[in-house]
């Protein structure tokens, strides 16, 4: 089937002419019709740039030289061991799934798990292409969701997850990038739908292997039903010479209840973001992201929450600590939409420099349109306290493990609501590596 | 000699605060330092604790022979020197009781011991922590987190006990206690006099040296050690005052 788009004249930019190479080699399936406008609309648009809101600290420019090809897909035996290390012990999950460059690869048990549905979004779609087509729509020309569109045009094939019951150990999905030469890109989708009174946890934990890290588009969509509970994790754990660029959209039904872990502790330039729509009564998003510079490491996490509806709910925190060169920035916003009353909001922002040529920048924002609603927010960005630092040196610790300890106190507020202890533990060994040469802090101090 | 301070003299932020102080402080012995606001009490705790922002102009000080001065605060309290803070710091996220293990652990480490058992660690832990009339929560909590005043106090005794230092300086301990929180504390401070060891008393009032006899009481004033004597200079100072009692050095 050969396309035509309208819009190819302005795929100006080596990447744009790549992606819409792409989208030329696919093959028709029952999503084309959206999948072709979120192409047009993407080509319209192209990268966003720094004069885009959400992309202000983010620049894309050298993506833009690139010529990008499909990464590879891979069979489970081209996996290395090492790269399946999960984030939890054997006995706290109930299974593993494998997603290589974005291509599921399931083993023929992986159809239900503890009470999770299974499937791959290639076969869901032939089933009910119009409830999948829900899923990938409204299309959005937002800046944030650029790569969303990039994203829901390309990806080939991907996982949707309906959770059922109260499912009691939490499901891991892994996601490994791995490339068979520069200029790789990967389009991960991932589609986790909770039915009404249904309860499960679900960790993304995503790892790199090999020497060329495949650019990654990935996205995932969580919807709540009726009174579901969520708790979900997506964790980065990717070398620094990978380019992560990562979307998350949460739709919120009445009385639902999502709980989601943001994880930066790995990557080069790591761009996430969230979007969240309470859109009925009752709907509470509890959000936290830990967010680790390490190095030239550049984190920039946008979060958008948008208050739908009468009584809904939610917390952010986020706890950014940057060392070496690292930049992290976190921004968040809150939208309270008319009609939205007595809707509650929270955001904490704090981050920890740890060197002086690290960077944090962070903005909480406010737009509220109801009357009768409560929304508190704060930013903090500071050094160690030497009060406390001095505390523990009069009691005989020494300076390193003193200034590990109060890094360590500094991101509590994140570790300790994490309700898997093996995944809480995983995170917190992983963070202990990166924490900042004693030296430097010295200097520093 | 414990602690042998010489004209010791100290700056903070280009304003001079300790101005000349001596004193000397043996084994087995209390000593009461006492003082009105600014005089220099606190500055001359946290100087002897090793505290960086502090601005060490002249003078002398030794413990058990060694240059105290040249130590990091660390190395002070590893060799046998503590502080008791007159506002102990919150550390929320770090546990009470794993800082405390870790406090002793560096000491034993540095006197060349093995780690303490974490049984036997516990078991000495809880029976401190009655003696100093703690509840059982102060195990699971953060350093002074969320601790009243008196709890603070307690906490900063109850770390004392733990670590058995040789010399324990105690900023302003009975400040913010009540009278039974006073005796608790008081008690585990006697709890610990002993021929080997020594404690300096930073107060403001008489009241505390009630329960905690000092064989010596220095009245300091100005960053200086304008009066020393007996415990009967504590109960002078009650009745008449600092001015009172320094206008007569004057």
Redesign the interface.
Known sequence: MTRNLQSSAQASSAALRSFEAQWRMRTADALSPVREQAMMRFLKLGLPTQQDETWRYTNLRSLAGHSFSDAPRKTRGEIEPHASVSLLDAKERAATLLMVNGYPLLSATDTTVNGIEVNTIREFSRLEPALMRRFLEPLSDADQQRWTLLNTALFVDGLYLKVTTQAATPLVILHVSTGDGLDNVAYPRVIIEAAPDSKATIIEHHVAQGEHTPLSNSNTLIALGRDSQLEHYRVYATDAGATHLDSLDIRQQQGSRCKQFTIVLGGGVVRTSLEAHLGQPGATLDSYSLLVGHQDRHVDCVNTVTHGARDTHSHQTARAIASDASRVIFNSKVIVNAGAVHAESRQSARGLLLSPSAEIDTRPQLEIHADEVKCAHGATVGRLDPDMLFYMLSRGLDRDTAQSLLVYAFLADVLTDMSVPSARASIESALISQLPDSQVLRNFR | MLLKISDLHARVAGKDILRGVNLEVRAGEVHAIMGPNGSGKSTLAQVL?????YEITGGTVTFEGRDLLAL???Q???AGL??G?QY??E????NNVY??K??LN??RK?AGEPEVDAYEFLTLIRQKMKFMQMSESFLTR??NEGFSGGEKKRNEVL?MLV?EPKLAILDETDSGLDIDALKVVSAGVNSLRDPARAVVLVTHYQRLLDYIVPDQVHVLSQGRILKSGDKSLALELEARGYDGVLGQVA
């Open positions: 604790a090793g505290r960086e922002d990091p605060a660390e002070r309290a590893r503590f502080l803070f102990p710091v550390i929320p996220g770090v800082l405390l870790a406090a560096a000491k540095a953060g350093v770390q670590l």
